[in-house]
């Protein structure tokens, strides 16, 4: 069984950082581009940053370009958001989830609360 | 980048009713890249949609996707109760984007 499993969020002060872990198991890890999806309180999806299956292809959006960056352990099974310079309009339920034909398996999301 | 416009923004219906939801691009989604997921409250969202028309593994038949270049459908022939939830279509053609969403309620 595929299992996605988020940590890291928490409370943090605008500027502040905070890394995001994804611990994958149930398939073959460093076969799959992953991706982070967040989504704001109440609101809708919005996706946030994708990494290829050998780390060679990264692609962020533009609202978290320069202060976030993606990266993976496939010999951990891992995949990590470092968010740096935080900002109030960050604060999401951040989600990692595997790309296959579209997003085909999702984790049950960390939130990341920013506030002073 | 592309802007996916979802309409209606909330459908209201009754179990046993037909739901089309559509999916508007601003401009073509390459090779037809567009997926569809469920939402439930407090839960991650799930895909249905692939390639879209293609059902995801353990998707009911009673979902259906249709739709090409800017225009891409989304049918549930016979609404159940747990049908009801909202939904999203997602491009991955190019730089992935959402769109905002449809709220599918009872009436």
């Known amino acids: 069984e595929v299992q996605l499993v988020e940590s890291g969020g928490g409370l943090v002060k605008p500027g502040g950082s905070l890394r995001l872990s994804c611990a994958a198991s149930?398939?073959?890890?460093?076969?799959?581009?992953m991706n982070w999806v967040r989504q704001a309180p109440g609101k809708g999806l919005e996706w946030v940053s994708s990494?290829?299956?050998?780390?060679?292809?990264?692609y962020y959006a533009d609202s978290v370009k320069g202060r976030f960056t993606i990266s993976r352990d496939n010999a951990k099974n891992s995949l990590y958001l470092q968010m740096n310079s935080l900002r109030a309009e960050d604060t999401a339920v951040y989600y990692c989830?595997?790309?296959?034909?579209?997003?085909?398996?999702w984790g049950q999301g960390t939130l990341v609360t920013v506030s002073s | 980048e592309i802007v996916l416009t979802q309409s209606p923004a909330t459908l209201s219906l009754s179990p046993g009713e037909r739901a089309t939801l559509s999916c508007g691009a601003s401009?073509?989604?390459?090779?037809?890249?567009l997926a569809w997921y469920q939402q439930k409250p407090g839960l991650a969202p799930r895909l249905l949609i692939y390639?879209?028309?293609s059902r995801a593994t353990g998707i009911p038949d009673r979902f259906s996707g249709s739709g090409s270049g800017t225009d891409f459908t989304l049918t549930i022939s016979r609404l159940e109760p747990e049908d009801f939830a909202v939904y999203y279509c997602?491009?991955?053609?190019?730089?992935?984007?959402f769109g905002q969403g449809t709220r599918l309620e009872i009436k």
């Open positions: 989830a595997r790309d296959a034909l579209g997003m085909d398996n």
């Open positions: 149930g398939f073959t890890f460093s076969s799959y581009t």
């Open positions: 990494i290829s299956d050998t780390s060679s292809y990264i």
């Open positions: 401009q073509s989604v390459s090779s037809n890249y």
């Open positions: 390639d879209a028309s």
């Open positions: 997602q491009q991955y053609g190019s730089t992935i984007t």
